[in-house]
Each structure stands twice: as C-alpha cells, then as structure tokens.
C-alpha cells in the first residue's frame, strides 16, 4: 500500500498551448485540481515553491484555500527554501494553514537549490552569518521552524498590553498542535538525509540527488532512504518514519497519452545543479500499463518509500491531470499493490 500524491511545479505562461496563461489561472487550477483528486481518492496535494518565476512561489495562501475546500487529503510543499524565510512568521502562516484543514499539512522544507536570480534571498533581506553558507543559513532558520512550532513560550509579555497575557513566556499563535511532527526535509544528498532522520523530520527525496556512486539514480536514492531509516531508529524517535518520492509517469491509454508522453527520457540523465556538484536525474516513466507496472516493479527507491508523488504537467490543464492521475490509479497502482 502506497500513499499517493500529486506534485505541481505552478508553471504559467502566455501560451497558446497552456491552460494556465496566468498566475491566477495556476492557482485556481490548484485549487479545482486538488478537490478532484480527493475525489478520485488520492491521498496527497503538494506544491513546488520557487521565486522569482513564473510558478508557484508563497505557499501558504493556496494551502489555506485547498484546506477549506477539502476534508481529507494531505496537503504540503515540495519544496520550501528555508534561506528566503522568516522561521517566525512562517510559524504563524503554518499554524493558520493547518488549523484551516484540520491537522493535514504535510510540509516540505529544504536548504534551497539553485534558484533564478543570483543570491535572491539577499533581495529578501537575509545574510549568512559570519562564517556561514547560505546552506547553513537554510538548515540554521529550519532548526529555529522546528523549534518554534513545539508551541513552548519564548517571549517576554509586555507588562502593559493591550490585552490580559497568560501567565509566562509567550509562545507564537496560532498554535498547531502535532504539525512539528508533519515536516519534511528535501535531501540532495545521503549526508542531509541523515541529518533529517536525526532532527526527527520525514524525508523528501526528488527526481534528483547528488551522484554519490555512479551507480544508475533510483538505485542511489534507495540507499539514502535506507541510511535515513536507519538514522531514524539510531535517533530513538517513538514514531514511525515517512519518505516520499517524486516521479513522472505517465500511463499511455490514448493517443492523446501518446503524442504528449510518447517520447518522454528512458535514461537517467548527468547534469550539475550547483559547481562542482554533479547530480544525477531520475528517469520518466511513459508507457502501456502492463509495460508500466513491470518497469515500476524495478525501481527500488520507490519500493523502499511509504508516499509516491506523480509529477503533473500542470500547464495542460485539471481536466487533463485528472485523467493522468486517475489512469495510474485504476491501470497501474492495483497491478503494483499500491491499492
């Protein structure tokens, strides 16, 4: 049994082949495409978060609409670069969010990847410390989250407010009881991975990583999952670890499957997402079910994960997702046991 999700990157463009030619079209379309997939009984919604571009970027507004019109589904981000964040304020925007869908937020965070503009969360008004990398400010601010979401009073009541204070510290409100518990840490590496295991958060692991070993890239995510899990049970956490991971596949039932998808990457591919990083990137999956199952069948890293999230071409419209989530669904989940 699988726990399956779709992830939206957000991409609009004025294009005359996209159904999402503007910002507002993406986000009412998020919206639309995550009340239909509950209904089809998926289990997850989840959002890419990226500035300065033409995709989704401030989260938790659309969160919070998805929240109020659905029951059941989780809902979260894949994911969010703690370097652009205040941990204070996204404590608070977190907390509104949940509360809204009733304890379903399942949110992704990350140190960041490389984004559009050189150095953007300058622009944002953050600075590493002395000393620090930006990557070490995303893991500083997402520890500071983490620690202000456990609801533990912190600061000190102005002895003349405007309105009465409970005795002690002050914690931030709204509170969102059991959300410390529902963060996700986006891993690139087997060595972050670990360092999430040991923070007690869950683990995201994307249709790419760094290229650790060579070895071909479900094979290399598998034995990250494996050291997280591990992590997990040296760390001494009571509760039960959850990893998910992303893919693009897509069942080919119709021509229409076909002219889009035909075509897609049979091959992992090489490539470097900062210098002197090189990253390997994980294969699409496009075929006829029964080929599809069997080629699923093989991919360890997804044996390995609880949580399967479906990459989305967003751009093509809900009508349009809704078939290629509901294709998997019905043609190829039940032949892997993921129903």
């Known amino acids: 049994m699988k726990s399956l999700g779709f992830l939206s990157f957000g991409h609009w463009a004025n294009h005359p082949a996209y159904a999402t030619r503007t910002a ?68 608070e925007d977190a907390g509104a969010a949940d509360l809204i869908s009733k304890g379903r937020l399942q949110l992704g965070i990350s140190r960041g990847s490389p984004e559009q503009v050189i ?14 990398s930006d990557a070490d400010m995303g893991r500083r601010k997402a520890l500071e989250f983490l620690d202000k979401l456990k609801g533990v009073g912190f600061a000190e009541p102005n002895p003349y407010p405007m309105f009465p204070n409970p005795p002690g510290l002050l914690r931030l409100e709204p509170h969102a009881p ?15 991975a670990v360092w999430a295991a040991e923070n007690g958060m ?15 890239f479900h094979i290399q995510q598998a034995e990250q999952i494996r050291l997280y899990k591990e992590a997990w049970k040296k760390a001494g956490h009571t509760r039960e670890p959850r990893v998910s991971v992303s893919r693009s596949i897509f069942a080919l039932v119709n021509d229409q499957d076909r002219i889009y998808f035909g075509q897609s990457g049979k091959s992992d591919s090489l490539g470097m997402i900062e210098p002197g990083k090189q990253a390997i990137f994980g294969r699409s999956y496009a075929a006829e079910p029964d080929k599809l199952i069997k080629e699923l069948a093989e991919d360890e890293a997804i044996r390995e994960a609880d949580t399967l999230l479906l990459t989305i071409p967003n751009t093509l419209g809900v009508d349009y997702n809704v078939h290629v989530l509901s294709s998997i669904l019905e043609h190829v989940a039940p032949g892997l046991g993921w129903r």
């Open 24 to 91: 507002a079209d993406t986000l009412l379309q998020s919206i639309d495409l995550a009340v239909a997939a509950e209904e089809l009984g998926l289990d997850g919604a989840y959002f890419r978060v990226h500035h300065f571009a033409a995709q989704l970027a401030s989260p938790f507004p659309l969160l919070s609409a998805i929240g109020a019109r659905t029951n059941t589904i989780e809902i979260g981000t894949g994911v969010i670069d703690m370097r652009y964040e205040n941990p204070l304020y996204m404590v």
């Open 119 to 132: 150095d953007g969360w300058r622009y944002f008004g953050y600075e590493p410390d002395e000393g620090e």
């Open 178 to 192: 059991g959300l410390r518990e529902r963060i996700w840490w986006g891993a690139a590496s087997n060595a972050t």
């Open 202 to 216: 869950y683990l995201q692991s994307s249709t790419l990583k760094y290229d650790e070993s060579g070895k071909p």
